[in-house]
């Protein structure tokens, strides 16, 4: 199965600030990588897939980078609502895998 | 609007078995493939189970193969997933996600998911 292991696991951060996590896998998946968020008693939220295309109705603050084993999703400024916690998942090979997720925190 | 409904959760003696059912609507069903992804008590995301269109492909997590069974009913645009010998570890947020895709690829992800649907194993 292909590991996938983000960085940090949290982080705290304020209202504007840019945040960058990390998503790297076992091994090459190509640009076979997805952003999910999810907040407490709610459903999880696709962002980004493919790497790096926006999901549609997903704000432009939110991008996605990467290729081979290294991935990144970057919000450009955060927005109050964007505290949650973020999760990668790989699709290029069964069984589906997802990161352990990086919880962003209010500073 | 795409909507997935959940339902089946409940406490459940390990050992024993539970069905969920997901019911879609808002989008052609018979076009996607279809997943089950959970979610145990302070931990993340773990895939489960996923389905094409057809039901020719499942594909399961090695946690649960032989155990789970996921299938689909394309009249009643209804997944569901069948649970037998479990286990405290499976006690998990069930969630049904919807495949952008017919079956379960290189590019699947998961567009819509449902509110999800909570298993409690335990004596």
């Known amino acids: 199965d292909i590991q996938l292991t983000q960085s940090p696991s949290s982080l705290s951060a304020s209202v504007g600030d840019r945040v960058t996590i990390t998503c790297r896998a076992s091994r090459s998946i190509t640009s076979h990588l997805h952003w999910y968020q999810k907040k407490p008693g709610k459903a999880p939220n696709l962002l980004i897939f493919a790497t790096s295309s926006l999901q549609s109705g997903v704000p432009s603050r939110f991008s996605g980078s990467g290729s081979g084993t290294d991935f990144a999703l970057t919000i450009s400024s955060l927005h109050p609502e964007d505290f949650a916690t973020y999760y990668c998942?790989?699709?290029?090979?069964?069984?589906?895998?997802f990161g352990q997720g990086t919880k962003v925190e209010i500073k | 609007e795409v909507q997935l409904s959940e339902s089946g959760g409940n406490l459940v003696q390990p050992g024993g078995s539970l069905r969920l059912s997901c019911a879609a609507s808002?989008?052609?069903?018979?076009?996607?493939?279809m997943s089950w992804v959970r979610q145990a008590p302070g931990k993340g995301l773990e895939w489960v189970a996923g389905?094409?269109?057809?039901?020719?492909?499942?594909i399961y997590a090695a946690s649960v193969k032989g155990r789970f069974t996921v299938s689909r009913d394309n009249s009643k645009n209804t997944l569901y997933l069948q649970m037998n010998s479990l286990r405290a570890e499976d006690t998990a947020v069930y969630y049904c996600?919807?495949?952008?895709?017919?079956?379960?690829?290189?590019?699947?992800?998961?567009?819509?998911w449902g509110q999800g649907a909570l298993v409690t194993v335990s004596s």
């Open positions: 389905m094409s269109i057809s039901g020719a492909t499942t």
């Open positions: 998942q790989q699709s290029y090979t069964s069984p589906l895998t």
């Open positions: 808002g989008f052609t069903f018979t076009n996607f493939a």
């Open positions: 996600a919807k495949d952008s895709f017919p079956s379960i690829t290189t590019d699947s992800r998961f567009d819509h």
